[in-house]
């Protein structure tokens, strides 16, 4: 008789089903590409802020990464330290923000169109 066949009921819940599992795994996938995008960024700006800080304190350059958390956080004390000491300073770290852009400010009235030339990253 070439009717036309309704999927039964449990036939259309069991495709609505699918449709929800298909789109759950759309959504951990871009979820798990957003999360790889912020890793990438992350590691950049380390990468970045740590050639910097080399750059500029070249006496750190003889610290090596270890093989786990226990040895880094050992290799890399004496930074840490360092770092520390100087992020308890408020008012140190306040006098060299302001003496840097004083410097800066000085750099860009001395260069052509006002550009800055920060030191190199390695």
Do not use: C, W
Request: overall charge positive; charged content about 35%; glycine content about 4%.
């Amino acid at each position: 008789m070439g009717g036309v066949i309704v999927p039964t009921l449990d036939e259309r819940i069991a495709k609505e089903v699918e449709k929800l599992e298909q789109l759950k795994r759309q959504k951990r996938a871009h979820e798990a590409r957003e999360k790889k995008k912020e890793r990438a960024a992350d590691t950049r700006q380390k990468i970045v802020a740590g050639a910097i800080l080399l750059d500029i304190f070249p006496e750190y350059k003889n610290l090596v990464p270890q093989r786990n958390n226990a040895d880094n956080n050992k290799e890399f004390e004496p930074l840490a330290r360092f770092l520390s000491a100087l992020a308890v300073r408020k008012d140190l770290v306040a006098q060299l923000q302001a003496e840097a852009q004083r410097v800066m400010a000085e750099q860009a009235a001395d260069t052509p169109q006002g550009t800055v030339n920060p030191p190199p990253i390695e």
